[in-house]
């Protein structure tokens, strides 16, 4: 095992100590060479392959990093992308024990499930919209395994892209009914409006965002498949959140999907 | 605090394009603030200008909060202000200038205080704002931005189209064709048509013919010379202006 590797299992050791014991840790950007998001991609891997191994199923991808102000922010030209797994999926208006997703943070997205694979080398909006049964209004709710949300695009991109849980409405929309673009979001907590925003926030068009990760999937030989769902990106800033919390969002033609969040751990939950 | 000495200072910082500093001297609070507002325009309006309609400013909690306010602010628009959809405007006599997309209504029936919003309204169309502070830095008390006419400076309205549903319709601002900022209605009060009942109740009866900026839906953004702005909202099409040329 080379150094690199060596770094790459220290840092994933590192993430999934922290998720386990709820005890946020220190940047990993410290443990793999400086700026390598390749690395940083390695890390992932490796924890997506302990929750398959773990009896986990990838039930799609989450697309971050899509804003132009949240890019400039972390000195990056492009998105990044994380695993969506079983256990993240949260039914419409159930409690998210607190803690279980550590530094819960939340944002607005639209969400596409597909009913084709995409295994082209380079996709068009056009297969994209092909591929895709129906869009979904989501909530994500993102989590930081890393103390203080003091992360580059190398510590989101080893901690799953920064994911925690997703909860997806229930009422299916075929594209053709949406225009994405000027789709307007609001996401409320108790009512008052705490981030406000439209489709073209997430990379001019969440299908721009769809058509990135279906060609970089390919690239790394594990393409988008029927039956994944796919987080697109947010449509407006990302808002912080509190125990007892219940946030809605909505999606202008999408409807509406409900994040709340227990006001205490999980039952027999220690920490 | 002279009414009549600050709206006269304001009158001149703005036909000047020669920024006042704030602090001492300001009006103690709002009501004054609203009185010195009310000289500023009519000065104006002794000049021929003729008042047109009302604007709202601090329309979402996240600006009231951070100006530690708890209501509205309303200011006067007159007919010198309008930009023709589509039209240049020069910005070369502006101090600096920021623009922000809108929705804006046009009342049909009068609209009391207490009354009906949708009931009165006759049409909504999207629209530009040019806000323009006259203090330094856009720097300024909650009273003087009122007595500043809420930082007005200029507007341009879309194609007016029937009211519909617009509690969370998309909103784009592009400048030069590339997006600058986006947002939704619902970042005005929770939806525009609340603003509207807000006009009614801080500038009094408004009449039919009355046209009421709502407020903004996203942040303004600074605007410069030789640029080319539209804001688009969803199923009311879109607005542009184009600023003049730097000198």
Same mark, same amino acid.
């Given at each position: 095992?080379?150094?690199?590797?060596?770094?790459?299992?220290?840092?994933?050791?590192?993430?999934?100590?922290?998720?386990?014991?709820?005890?946020?840790?220190?940047?990993?950007?410290?443990?793999?060479?400086?700026?390598?998001?390749?690395?940083?991609?390695?890390?992932?891997?490796?924890?997506?392959?302990?929750?398959?191994?773990?009896?986990?199923?990838?039930?799609?991808?989450?697309?971050?990093?899509?804003?132009?102000?949240?890019?400039?922010?972390?000195?990056?030209?492009?998105?990044?992308?994380?695993?969506?797994?079983?256990?993240?999926?949260?039914?419409?208006?159930?409690?998210?024990?607190?803690?279980?997703?550590?530094?819960?943070?939340?944002?607005?997205?639209?969400?596409?499930?597909?009913?084709?694979?995409?295994?082209?080398?380079?996709?068009?909006?056009?297969?994209?919209?092909?591929?895709?049964?129906?869009?979904?209004?989501?909530?994500?709710?993102?989590?930081?395994?890393?103390?203080?949300?003091?992360?580059?695009?190398?510590?989101?991109?080893?901690?799953?892209?920064?994911?925690?849980?997703?909860?997806?409405?229930?009422?299916?929309?075929?594209?053709?009914?949406?225009?994405?673009?000027?789709?307007?979001?609001?996401?409320?907590?108790?009512?008052?409006?705490?981030?406000?925003?439209?489709?073209?926030?997430?990379?001019?068009?969440?299908?721009?965002?769809?058509?990135?990760?279906?060609?970089?999937?390919?690239?790394?030989?594990?393409?988008?498949?029927?039956?994944?769902?796919?987080?697109?990106?947010?449509?407006?800033?990302?808002?912080?959140?509190?125990?007892?919390?219940?946030?809605?969002?909505?999606?202008?033609?999408?409807?509406?999907?409900?994040?709340?969040?227990?006001?205490?751990?999980?039952?027999?939950?220690?920490? | 605090?002279?009414?009549?000495?600050?709206?006269?200072?304001?009158?001149?910082?703005?036909?000047?394009?020669?920024?006042?500093?704030?602090?001492?001297?300001?009006?103690?609070?709002?009501?004054?603030?609203?009185?010195?507002?009310?000289?500023?325009?009519?000065?104006?309006?002794?000049?021929?200008?003729?008042?047109?309609?009302?604007?709202?400013?601090?329309?979402?909690?996240?600006?009231?909060?951070?100006?530690?306010?708890?209501?509205?602010?309303?200011?006067?628009?007159?007919?010198?202000?309008?930009?023709?959809?589509?039209?240049?405007?020069?910005?070369?006599?502006?101090?600096?200038?920021?623009?922000?997309?809108?929705?804006?209504?046009?009342?049909?029936?009068?609209?009391?205080?207490?009354?009906?919003?949708?009931?009165?309204?006759?049409?909504?169309?999207?629209?530009?704002?040019?806000?323009?502070?006259?203090?330094?830095?856009?720097?300024?008390?909650?009273?003087?931005?009122?007595?500043?006419?809420?930082?007005?400076?200029?507007?341009?309205?879309? /194609?007016? !189209?029937?009211?519909?549903? %617009?509690? @969370?319709?998309?909103?784009? #601002?592009?400048?030069?064709? $590339? &997006? *600058?900022? /986006?947002? !939704?209605?619902?970042?005005? %009060?929770? @939806?525009?048509?609340?603003? #509207?009942?807000?006009?009614? $109740? &801080? *500038?009094?009866?408004?009449?039919?013919?009355?046209?009421?900026?709502?407020?903004?839906?996203?942040?303004?953004?600074?605007?410069?010379?030789?640029?080319?702005?539209?804001?688009?909202?969803?199923?009311?099409?879109?607005?542009?202006?184009?600023?003049?040329?730097?000198?």
């Amino acid at each position: 095992m080379n150094t690199v590797d060596e770094a790459v299992v220290s840092a994933a050791e590192r993430l999934d100590t922290a998720r386990l014991t709820g005890v946020p840790c220190a940047p990993v950007r410290e443990l793999l060479p400086p700026g390598d998001l390749a690395a940083a991609y390695a890390v992932q891997t490796v924890l997506g392959e302990r929750r398959r191994a773990e009896g986990r199923r990838i039930t799609g991808w989450k697309i971050g990093l899509t804003s132009a102000a949240v890019q400039t922010q972390l000195g990056v030209d492009r998105p990044d992308f994380g695993r969506l797994t079983d256990d993240m999926a949260v039914p419409d208006g159930a409690d998210i024990p607190w803690g279980a997703v550590l530094q819960a943070r939340a944002e607005a997205e639209v969400a596409l499930v597909l009913e084709h694979d995409l295994t082209h080398e380079r996709h068009t909006v056009a297969d994209v919209i092909r591929a895709t049964a129906f869009a979904l209004p989501a909530v994500e709710v993102v989590g930081s395994r890393i103390r203080d949300w003091d992360i580059t695009a190398v510590d989101t991109i080893a901690d799953n892209a920064s994911s925690g849980a997703y909860v997806l409405g229930t009422r299916p929309v075929p594209l053709r009914e949406l225009e994405l673009r000027t789709a307007g979001m609001v996401l409320e907590r108790q009512g008052e409006p705490v981030s406000t925003g439209a489709g073209a926030a997430c990379l001019g068009n969440p299908l721009h965002a769809a058509v990135w990760l279906a060609d970089t999937l390919v690239r790394l030989g594990h393409p988008l498949r029927a039956g994944d769902t796919v987080l697109t990106g947010a449509l407006g800033p990302m808002t912080t959140v509190e125990p007892g919390d219940v946030l809605e969002a909505r999606i202008d033609g999408l409807g509406s999907v409900r994040a709340a969040f227990g006001r205490t751990g999980r039952e027999g939950d220690t920490r | 605090m002279n009414i009549t000495a600050l709206a006269e200072a304001l009158d001149t910082a703005a036909r000047q394009g020669r920024p006042l500093s704030g602090g001492a001297g300001g009006p103690k609070d709002t009501e004054e603030a609203y009185a010195v507002q009310e000289a500023l325009v009519a000065r104006r309006l002794a000049r021929g200008e003729r008042l047109t309609g009302f604007k709202l400013g601090f329309t979402s909690l996240a600006k009231m909060r951070q100006m530690g306010v708890s209501d509205l602010i309303h200011g006067r628009l007159t007919d010198r202000m309008e930009i023709p959809d589509g039209g240049r405007v020069d910005t070369s006599g502006l101090i600096h200038p920021r623009v922000e997309p809108e929705v804006a209504f046009l009342l049909g029936d009068t609209l009391r205080p207490g009354g009906d919003p949708m009931a009165a309204v006759a049409a909504v169309a999207p629209a530009l704002e040019v806000i323009d502070s006259r203090y330094h830095g856009f720097r300024f008390s909650l009273p003087e931005v009122i007595a500043d006419n809420t930082s007005a400076a200029g507007y341009a309205l879309g /194609t007016w !189209s029937a009211p519909g549903d %617009l509690d @969370n319709v998309g909103v784009l #601002l592009e400048l030069d064709g $590339r &997006l *600058a900022e /986006t947002g !939704s209605t619902a970042a005005i %009060l929770g @939806n525009p048509l609340r603003a #509207l009942a807000a006009a009614a $109740r &801080l *500038a009094g009866e408004l009449e039919p013919g009355t046209v009421i900026l709502a407020g903004a839906a996203t942040a303004a953004v600074p605007l410069p010379p030789g640029t080319h702005v539209r804001a688009t909202v969803a199923g009311l099409g879109s607005v542009s202006l184009t600023t003049g040329e730097a000198a």
